[in-house]
């Protein structure tokens, strides 16, 4: 899936997978991660969501990663927070008082980008990827952030009869994915009401994934 495709998306307000509210996922299991006094969280591909205004609120600092700037500019204003904005490496770098985005590709980012955590929230990252990348994503995503703890939310419906994105993860490619370097504990999985794209029966799960 190229760059390309993720920049028209957002020209076109084709985000769909952005929830106006946050996520009622994260306020329901947030307390499940094993957290520091100080909690540090990485966020991957975040677009512009509510729920980083959630863990700000908690006194969570967040790092997280976007590739389109458009949608950063957004998240800060939508924060009504005057970022600090200058180059970092290959990326754009927006930051505030316990807020850290790099605006870039995904796939550039390395372990001293991201710093020490306590855990990884994707909510919108994973299912975000064709399969083609998600083994890359995956493994990628340990490497960078020392195999942190994750809190996942996934979505899984019979992929042939709905193009993604978002596209389907099941339980069982979670398993495959994470399963050697994870206890995979799933934590909620329940039919969406009223379905999306057409589509009534889709779901949405949570992963508790630890050491």
């Known amino acids: 899936m190229e760059h390309d495709f993720w920049h028209q998306r957002w020209r076109n307000n084709e985000i769909g997978f952005h929830e106006i509210e946050g996520s009622y996922l994260l306020k329901s299991y947030f307390e499940s991660l094993e957290l520091s006094s100080a909690p540090r969280i990485f966020v991957p591909l975040c677009g512009k969501t509510r729920d980083i205004a959630w863990l700000l609120d908690r006194g ?29 490496g290959v990326f754009t770098q927006y930051s505030a008082p316990k807020l850290c985005v790099f605006v870039g590709d995904f ?70 994915h994470y399963s050697a370097y994870y206890t995979v504990k799933q934590l909620y999985r329940d039919r969406i009401d009223g379905g999306f794209k057409g589509q009534k029966k889709v779901f949405d799960a949570v992963y508790l994934l630890q050491k």
Do not use: M, W
């Not at 969570?60 to 590739?67: Q, T």
């Open 107 to 176: 796939f550039a980012l390395n372990s001293v980008d991201i710093g020490a955590l306590d855990g990884v929230y994707d909510r919108a990252a994973i299912v975000a990827l064709p399969q083609s990348l998600r083994d890359k994503y995956t493994a990628h995503l340990l490497h960078i952030t020392n195999y942190a703890q994750q809190l996942l939310v996934t979505f899984d419906y019979d992929q042939s009869l709905l193009a993604g994105p978002p596209f389907s993860v099941t339980a069982d490619e979670v398993q495959r």
């Open 60 to 88: 969570v600092e967040v790092v997280a990663n976007e590739l389109n700037e458009n949608a950063v500019i957004a998240l800060f204003s939508e924060l009504d927070v005057e970022p600090i904005v200058k180059p970092h």
